[in-house]
């Protein structure tokens, strides 16, 4: 296939003497020949399979040390660098991970030996199949609020009292379970079904992040600006406290879910407020007295701690002795964690029934746990000068949901608080994830049973503090306005919806709202007129710089977007706007003018008074040429196409030229697949602003442009 060869001159005007009639330009023409693009397809597609389908040991050995990172860094791990950095981080984050662990299992209406069973999987799951040295992949406080909204649903579905008296019978460790976790036995009770309800959509999520990186559509996530999920942890953030306050007050309320879920909350909560539990709301003041000063002091030194203070856990130990001796469930009704059982559970697969109920619910978890996890894992591997693969990252995430959801586990991600922590305590590897689950094995199987008399407030409180930095958000509004106001809106808009109607919901409406700011940027963008910078060839926005020249009869104008279906109307409003001429009217008067002259001449009247309207609608427009900047049009559709060549139709009759200036080889192509330029128009198109201007002035005072 013969290639096109695309021809574009560079004209340089050559003047004689003043008062010389031989007056000349000199045209010197530069020829750009497109590169050669053989397409044969069956020949790509050949290639294309057997490479695919090859297999040879060197492919095999890659593809494994591909799917499994660990066998890449394990037998290159260096004991006497790396370990203590690990072990160090791997025990402060596995101290602070256990009171996490059971207080975001009341978060997602599950009891707290499955959020520690989580948290011990995952670690192990993702030092296995991850890429990334630092992130710590556990229960975040977002993903389960989402599950619980789905797990109360379904339970309530089922019939069950949401939120039992007393703690549900689990099965033991020997492996006679209660129940079969369908809800077809009577035995099992609603946290035994709210569990097989988590570890479904679990299973589910993860099957949707392994398709996900199979067919490597990791692109997906970059359309979760910063700004939506920002704005999205703040507005779920919201949530998640408005759904422990009753635990701080020790109010028996129902937990409300669906759209506007906050809003029935926050009534439920005044409606029942004479019902407060004293001790609860005492236990839960003095638990925040501690937990913020203490934390704030943890970051505001944090360069002079070797590691943080762990006073989640202390606060936890004294809160249950406290609750424990003071007997605070018997004297005063206090709500406390109950029986958390030692050991490991028999392995339970999801339940497949329950897929088509929550197979839609598992979408936006699965999305927003795979967003966070490889949108951390890309920040801190930039940061330390290594690389990720977005994909086995979609992989790893995806795993840590399927392998844990068969022995009692929900759903997980990366977290950013425990990042940080890990990776300031001196993390070099993912060891440091093995040693945490070491930590929590340690809590499973000797110390989960100390924790019976851990009241619910307490487990709140913590809950509350550790989503201060989401909340902080707030208070970064005028600095995040200042930068930009779109994703500031952006931000505003995911936030109030996440919060007011639903998480499901708010995520959607953010992606929505963010794409539709990307298109009314590119429908209404900015098109100045430019001038001349003195002694340079450089022309800038009239409206942006002071003391810029125009060139006398030469209107420069630049459309900064790309120019297709959308915004084409704009494209040519805004050029005559800019312009002050609209070659439509201006021909429109011609045309009434040329009729009043000729009714005029009919009813006999004199030349005199006949030419005053001939002359009004004649009047010159001002400038010979226009040349449109298109160095910011990255695209032209058909309608495009069919915009520029109606602006230069239009303004070729009321004698006025068009020029295009700096356009890219794409909008090149599209401008020459297009028959934009007819036989002997190829002069319209110029490497350079200056270029054409210089043409447009040489050329004007002796017809080098065809009219």
């Known amino acids: ?250 109010l028996d309320i129902p937990r409300s879910g669906g759209v506007g879920s906050l809003i029935t909350t926050w009534m439920n909560i005044f409606r029942n407020i004479h019902s407060t539990n004293i001790c609860d709301l005492i236990t839960s003041f003095l638990c925040f007295l501690v937990l913020i000063p203490a934390k704030e002091l943890n970051e505001r030194f944090k360069s002079k701690l070797k590691a943080p203070v762990p006073v989640e856990l202390f606060v936890v130990v004294a809160a249950t002795l406290a609750s424990h001796f003071g007997k605070l469930r018997e004297t005063y009704g206090s709500s406390i964690s109950g029986h958390i059982p030692t050991g490991f559970l028999p392995p339970r697969p999801p339940v497949w029934t329950l897929i088509p109920s929550v197979a839609l619910d598992a979408i ?81 199987l000797v110390i989960a049973p100390l924790f019976y008399s851990l009241q619910k407030c307490v487990l709140a409180v913590i809950t509350i503090v550790n989503l201060r930095g989401a909340l902080r958000k707030f208070r970064d509004l005028p600095k ?41 940027r590119t429908q209404r963008p900015e098109a100045p007129l430019l001038g001349w910078v003195a002694e340079s060839e450089t022309y800038e926005s009239l409206s942006a710089y002071k003391n810029l020249q125009t060139k006398p009869g030469v209107v420069v104008f630049r459309f900064q977007a790309p120019i297709y279906y959308i915004n084409k109307e704009c494209f040519k409003s805004t050029l005559y706007k800019q312009t002050g001429v609209n070659p439509a009217w201006v021909k429109a008067a011609k045309k009434k003018a040329e009729k009043r002259k000729l009714k005029q001449k009919e009813e006999g009247s004199g030349d005199k008074q006949s030419s005053i309207p001939v002359d009004l609608g004649s009047e010159p427009v001002g400038f010979h040429t226009i040349v449109i900047d298109c160095c910011a049009v990255q695209f032209l559709d058909t309608a495009g196409i069919r915009t520029l060549k109606e602006v230069c139709r239009d303004y070729r009759d009321i004698d006025v030229h068009v020029l295009l200036a700096q356009c890219s080889p794409s909008v090149r192509s599209s401008l020459l697949r297009g028959e934009f330029f007819q036989e002997g128009e190829d002069q319209l198109l110029f490497h350079s602003v200056h270029q054409a201007v210089d043409f447009a002035l040489g050329t004007q005072g002796h017809g080098a442009l065809k009219k």
């Open 1 to 250: 296939m013969a290639a096109m060869t695309e021809t574009n001159h560079i004209h340089e005007v050559m003047e004689g003497p003043e008062g010389d009639d031989a007056k000349c330009s000199f045209h010197h023409t530069m020829f750009l020949e497109p590169q050669e693009k053989k397409r044969n397809m069956r020949a790509l597609l050949i290639k294309r399979a057997k490479e695919t389908c090859s297999c040879t040991p060197a492919k095999i050995k890659d593809c494994v040390l591909g799917f499994f990172p660990i066998l890449q860094w394990l037998p290159k791990y260096n004991l006497r660098e790396y370990l203590l950095g690990d072990v160090m981080s791997g025990v402060i984050v596995g101290v602070l991970l256990v009171p996490q662990s059971i207080a975001y299992s009341l978060l997602a209406g599950l009891e707290p030996i499955y959020g520690l069973y989580t948290s011990f999987f995952s670690c192990i799951i993702y030092c296995i199949f991850g890429t990334s040295r630092h992130i710590s992949v556990s229960i975040f406080g977002v993903v389960c609020l989402m599950l619980g909204q789905v797990v109360d649903r379904e339970v309530e579905r089922a019939g069950y009292q949401l939120e039992p008296a007393v703690p549900s019978a689990l099965p033991g460790p020997g492996g006679h379970s209660n129940g079969t976790g369908n809800g077809t036995e009577p035995l099992c009770d609603s946290g035994c079904y709210a569990m097989a309800v988590a570890a479904t959509v679990t299973f589910i999520s993860g099957v949707y992040q392994v398709a996900m990186g199979f067919f490597q559509v990791g692109f997906v996530s970059v359309y979760l600006s910063d700004s939506l999920l920002s704005g999205f942890v703040t507005g779920a953030s919201i949530t998640v406290l408005t759904s422990q306050v009753k635990y701080l007050l020790g």
């Open 364 to 444: 936006p978890i699965a999305i927003i746990g795979f967003a966070i996890t490889v949108s951390l894992s890309e920040m801190f591997a930039k940061k330390h000068g290594y690389s990720v693969r977005a994909n086995q990252e979609m992989y790893a995430i995806g795993f840590c949901n399927i392998i844990p959801s068969f022995f009692h586990c929900f759903t997980t991600s990366a977290a950013l608080a425990k990042t940080l922590v890990k990776e300031s305590t001196g993390c070099r590897t993912q060891m440091s994830g093995m040693v945490t689950s070491l930590v929590i094995l340690l809590v499973l």
């Open 480 to 520: 995040m306005w200042h930068l930009s106001r779109v994703d500031t809106v952006i931000w505003a808009v995911t936030m109030a919806a996440t919060a007011l109607i639903s998480t499901e919901i708010g995520l959607l409406v953010g992606v929505c709202f963010s794409m539709l700011c990307v298109i009314f």
